[in-house]
């Protein structure tokens, strides 16, 4: 689950930044932390590495690169952008991710999404209150000192010139975000989609309130402790978690707008719906939270669907009572369902029983054998207890239900191949569009020309243009492209097709520990029974 913020800085102190990533500071104040004799103190275990300083500091090469191309010398200027690539922190351990990775993956990040800026990237070990995940900082100065590119996530001409400045635009964060899932999956990281937004949104405001007022919280309730008094509250939560709750109360028991409207009004809030938005007044506010600012469950589109699923429930329970599920948690159920997205794999899953004869041929001693009793008698009553709750009547049931299993696997697996295909093709010729773009200046300026000898001259003074636009055209003409697509409609594909890999690739994992499951089930019934495995055929339902 890595997650991606962006924070522009208008502070001149270049060398504020680099103090911040390689001495520890206060999280609430944001200020150095001191030790006993008032010394700050050093982090520890984080990488550090500037790009393209030279041989300077990254604060001295910031500076004199601004005083050359008499940028960022107003107060008012965005001096440098400070971007922050979260890691799960499950990653650690599940996924091999360390420290010397990321920071590579960082460095990567930064060459390839902002060349031409001046940067430092800095990876730290752990996050704040101790959370164990692994993050790399980038902070690049806002000024270009090098021509570059034209990349997907730039709109106009002056983005790739030297001497200009980067720009943070909504567009931008989109395309980040999808290269920062896209770099999950290479690494078989965990990944949340970063694109849909989320069902309860968090602001840094609000984070920051929620930690402040939970410490305050604290030290009071420790106080009250001290005297003996029980503590009243234990949880801190801010006015929007309040809203929260309040607002899911509600729903949960609403079948219609009115009804919901009504069942707020009672606890005191006020909706107001304003071309298809909604926003929730409290009695202690004069403006109304809007809708998208406490997360995509409160919007009008998802309000709407809750209530039409609560007035269905409503009615057919009505009409017949809802009948009780013999097998909740049976393999078939859950094979059968639309699943929710998983981003986590099983770990308390049935294991593979153990061929005790075979082991202690190989040399094995009894305290092996004691332990692989153990092992097989516990896992013998797990794969029964699956098994009959499964509602197989027999080993050949468990055979058809496996083998539905690995061919909706395989199902699957072509389509995720299929849209990476797509995508990678998509990335290619946005990659071959950018570039032809970019050569349209001088395209131009060779139409200008009036003679063949000035035509001959221009084309030598811009070869490099010229083999550039030459070869995005045969790379049209091969593909069979009449008429160039637009560029923004290519990246909102490629953005689609992204979305759509992250889907397949979710239910590519489940269905696969699905069929992982099925197989060292149907592995253990054939060793209880002392059946012999068909010749094969196992491995070929792993696959």
């Not at 131009?444 to 000898?453: F, I, S, V």
């Amino acid at each position: 689950m890595a997650t991606f913020k962006h924070i522009s800085s208008k502070n001149a102190d270049y060398g504020a930044a680099e103090q911040y990533l390689t001495f520890e500071h206060d999280e609430f104040t944001m200020k150095p932390t001191l030790d006993e004799n008032g010394q700050i103190i050093p982090r520890t275990g984080y990488l550090i590495s500037s790009l393209n300083c030279g041989e300077e500091d990254f604060a001295i090469a910031c500076m004199r690169s601004n005083l050359k191309y008499g940028k960022n010398q107003k107060r008012e200027d965005v001096k440098s952008h400070h971007y922050i690539i979260s890691f799960d922190p499950r990653d650690t351990q599940d996924n091999g991710l360390t420290v010397d990775r990321a920071q590579q993956l960082g460095e990567q990040f930064c060459k390839e999404h902002f060349p031409g800026h001046q940067a430092l990237v800095c990876t730290h070990p752990d996050g704040h209150n101790h959370s164990g995940n692994i993050h790399v900082h980038i902070v690049i100065n806002s000024l270009r000192i090098a021509e570059v590119p034209l990349l997907p996530y730039m709109e106009r001409p002056a983005d790739t010139r030297e001497g200009c400045k980067h720009r943070c635009t909504d567009a931008a964060m989109e395309y980040f975000k999808a290269e920062v899932m896209e770099m999950c999956h290479r690494e078989n990281l965990y990944q949340i989609d970063l694109l849909n937004g989320s069902k309860n949104r968090v602001t840094e405001r609000e984070y920051w309130a929620k930690r402040k007022g939970q410490a305050a919280l604290d030290k009071e309730n420790a106080s009250h402790a001290a005297t003996g008094e029980p503590p009243k509250q234990t949880k801190f939560e801010t006015d929007k978690e309040k809203l929260r709750r309040t607002i899911r109360a509600a729903l949960s028991s609403s079948v219609s707008f009115e009804d919901f409207f009504g069942k707020l009004l009672q606890q005191g809030v006020t909706v107001k719906e304003s071309r298809g938005r909604l926003s929730y007044l409290t009695p202690d506010r004069t403006k109304p939270i809007t809708a998208r600012k406490l997360g995509d469950d409160f919007d009008c589109a998802a309000v709407l669907e809750t209530l039409t699923q609560n007035a269905q429930n409503a009615a057919r329970a009505a009409e017949k009572p809802t009948p009780k599920q013999e097998y909740p948690r049976s393999i078939r159920s859950r094979l059968e369902r639309a699943k929710a997205t998983v981003n986590v794999p099983k770990q308390d899953g049935v294991q593979r029983m153990v061929d005790i004869a075979a082991k202690k041929a190989e040399g094995k001693g009894k305290g092996y054998e004691k332990w692989a009793t153990l092992h097989n008698l516990k896992q013998m009553a797990a794969t029964m207890s699956i098994y009959e709750e499964s509602g197989f009547s027999s080993p050949e049931e468990l055979e058809v239900a496996l083998a539905a299993a690995s061919a909706s696997l395989h199902e699957t697996t072509g389509k995720l191949k299929a849209v990476e295909s797509t995508l990678r093709e998509k990335k290619d010729l946005q990659k071959q569009l950018l570039a032809y773009i970019k050569t349209k200046p001088a395209r131009d300026g060779l139409k200008t020309q009036k003679t063949e000898k000035a035509r001959k001259n221009y084309r030598e003074q811009h070869e490099s243009e010229f083999m550039i636009a030459e070869a995005a055209t045969r790379y049209f003409k091969a593909k069979g492209i009449q008429k160039l697509p637009a560029s923004k409609a290519l990246q909102a594909e490629i953005e689609q097709l992204t979305r759509e890999k992250n889907s397949l690739y979710n239910e590519y994992r489940e269905k696969k520990e699905n069929v992982r499951e099925l197989q060292t089930v149907k592995n253990n019934i054939d060793q209880i029974l002392h059946r012999e495995p068909e010749r094969g055929k196992g491995r070929e339902n792993e696959r």
